[in-house]
């Protein structure tokens, strides 16, 4: 019984960590993350913003 909860643990974990893509999505992918960050206005005001509490 525990092997087979441990065995349900252990793929449960697995399924949030690892995942598959066909080679040219990874392609895309790998490119993605490495491109530079994009300036987005939106988030740079929401990121500069004060918090509610220290307003």
Do not use: G, N
């Amino acid at each position: 019984m525990l092997d087979s909860a441990r065995r349900q643990a252990e793929d449960t974990i697995l399924d949030q960590r690892v995942f598959f893509l066909a080679p040219d999505a990874h392609e895309a992918f790998l490119a993605m993350l490495d491109a530079p960050a994009q300036d987005v206005a939106e988030l740079r005001a929401r990121l500069t913003k004060p918090p509610v509490w220290d307003r």
